[in-house]
């Protein structure tokens, strides 16, 4: 019973150990590309974590065919669109403006612009309707001696 609670605290321990990914570069701008590049792309079944970051199979994948294609002197550019290619601008965490995003990228400037129109149009409004009352409440000169005479009177 010993030798079997033992053998299984040691493969439990084993799946703790999980592979970590060691790549050999032939320079430091390889090397530095590299981590650039897994860090700017996002995981396609993590959602929110980048290739770096990410334990999922296919992000063991994706940076083994990032190695791979930086082996084979590929440009950060031609990796980036390989790579949007196959997963869509959802690796992207910074997606290119298209027409299929570009709503996205104009539409909160064009909710800034149209508030701004609406607050300029309620303040003109307003101040139009503050100027027409003033200058109906302003009193002709008949109506000007008719209220001094009843504060005269109020005073008497």
Not at 101 to 115: D, H, K
Not at 118 to 134: A, G, H, P, Y
Not at 144 to 155: A, P, T, W, Y
Request: charged share 25%.
């Amino acid at each position: 019973m010993f030798r079997f609670l033992l053998l299984l605290m040691l493969f439990s321990l084993n799946s703790a150990y999980a592979a970590i990914d060691t790549y050999e570069f032939k320079d430091a701008d390889k090397q530095a590309r590299f981590h650039d590049l897994v860090a700017d792309l996002r995981c396609p079944k993590c959602q929110n974590q980048n290739l770096a970051d990410s334990n999922a199979a296919i992000a063991q994948d994706l940076r083994q065919k990032i190695y791979e294609m930086l082996d084979a002197e590929r440009s950060n550019s031609e990796i980036i669109d390989y790579m949007v290619a196959r997963y869509g601008d959802f690796v992207l965490y910074e997606p290119r403006f298209n027409s299929q995003n570009a709503i996205l990228w104009l539409g909160p400037f064009v909710l800034l612009i149209a508030g701004l129109l609406v607050v300029i149009f309620l303040v003109r409004q307003r101040s139009k309707k503050n100027t027409s009352e003033d200058s109906s409440m302003a009193l002709d000169a008949q109506q000007q001696k008719s209220l001094q005479k009843v504060l005269n009177k109020d005073k008497k």
